[in-house]
């Protein structure tokens, strides 16, 4: 296909962004996205802007990552209205494209907030993960109407997949450094109990886990209570 060849450069481009978040451990989770974010706006014909929505059960809309404002400004309206293309994409369909905001009456009361505050006339949105509580939208933005061909689309979801491998190995390590972290302060509640008790290992972390059961509290939040406990009154 001729618009393969075209992004040969664009998708190595990806393929680099992908191997980075990979191999550095150090990495925050943010600034890797906006790494793909960023590859992914240059990657794309006629978009002028690039962003991640993260839509939640609750209705509420945060942006992930964004190359500009009005990006976010558009987040803030879908927060607002709880409607919009990226919630479409996000929650109901793998790809909404909207040619012209000023001619597409999906969205009401987004599509008024969108043509009034920003000069975005036409998007495209990709859902890039779904689970049980929150659903992702790689989203394009064009000033000009209707600046996305077929072309565009299939590039499109090429990102969204990527940006979903992505934004699973984050996650992944965000919840590896939280256990290493309940670890730590789990065994400085433990030894804690140990010194002042006498007891052994086993029966202060019996005494952490009666703690949390009677008072309806995570054992790692007893034990992060009983840690700033004890700094503040040593």
Same mark, same amino acid.
Not at 9 to 29: C, F, K, N, P, Q
Not at 61 to 69: C, G, K, L, P
Not at 118 to 135: E, V, Y
């Given at each position: %296909?001729?618009?393969? &060849?075209?992004?040969?450069?664009?998708?190595?481009?990806?393929?680099?962004?992908?191997?980075?978040?990979?191999?550095?451990?150090?990495?925050? =989770?943010?600034?890797? *996205?906006?790494?793909?974010?960023? $590859?992914?706006?240059?990657?794309?014909?006629?978009?002028?802007?690039?962003?991640?929505?993260?839509?939640? /059960?609750?209705?509420?809309?945060?942006?992930?990552?964004?190359?500009?404002?009005?990006?976010? +400004?558009?987040?803030?309206?879908?927060? @607002?209205?709880?409607?919009?293309?990226?919630?479409?994409?996000?929650?109901?369909?793998?790809?909404? /494209?909207?040619?012209? +905001?000023?001619?597409?009456?999906?969205?009401?009361?987004? /599509? *008024?907030?969108?043509?009034?505050?920003?000069?975005?006339? #036409?998007? +495209?949105?990709?859902? %890039?993960?779904?689970?049980?509580?929150?659903? =992702?939208? +790689?989203?394009?933005? $064009?000033? @000009?109407?209707?600046?996305?061909?077929?072309?565009?689309?299939?590039?499109?979801?090429?990102? $969204?997949?990527?940006?979903?491998?992505?934004?699973? %190995?984050? &996650?992944?390590?965000?919840?590896?450094?939280?256990?290493?972290?309940? &670890?730590? !302060?789990? =065994? @400085?509640?433990?030894?804690?109990? %140990?010194?002042?008790?006498?007891?052994?290992?086993?029966? $202060?972390?019996? !005494?952490?886990?009666?703690? #949390?059961?009677?008072?309806?509290?995570?054992?790692?939040?007893?034990?992060?209570?009983?840690?700033?406990?004890?700094? /503040?009154?040593?």
């Amino acid at each position: %296909m001729g618009w393969a &060849r075209e992004s040969e450069a664009e998708l190595a481009t990806l393929a680099d962004s992908m191997r980075s978040l990979r191999g550095s451990e150090e990495a925050e =989770g943010e600034l890797s *996205l906006d790494e793909l974010t960023d $590859a992914a706006l240059k990657a794309m014909p006629g978009a002028d802007y690039a962003g991640i929505t993260i839509a939640h /059960r609750d209705g509420t809309v945060t942006s992930a990552s964004t190359t500009h404002y009005y990006a976010r +400004l558009l987040d803030e309206l879908q927060h @607002q209205h709880r409607q919009g293309p990226c919630l479409s994409a996000a929650w109901e369909q793998s790809v909404i /494209r909207v040619r012209d +905001l000023t001619t597409d009456y999906r969205w009401p009361h987004y /599509r *008024l907030g969108a043509v009034a505050r920003t000069p975005i006339r #036409s998007m +495209l949105s990709f859902q %890039m993960f779904a689970d049980h509580k929150t659903m =992702g939208a +790689l989203n394009f933005y $064009a000033e @000009q109407p209707d600046a996305f061909d077929d072309a565009a689309v299939e590039i499109g979801v090429i990102y $969204a997949t990527h940006g979903a491998l992505a934004w699973r %190995m984050l &996650r992944r390590d965000r919840e590896f450094r939280s256990a290493l972290a309940s &670890r730590d !302060l789990i =065994g @400085q509640a433990k030894g804690m109990i %140990m010194e002042r008790f006498g007891i052994d290992a086993v029966q $202060a972390f019996e !005494l952490l886990k009666r703690l #949390s059961q009677s008072t309806n509290t995570p054992v790692v939040d007893v034990a992060r209570q009983l840690v700033e406990a004890e700094r /503040r009154h040593p």
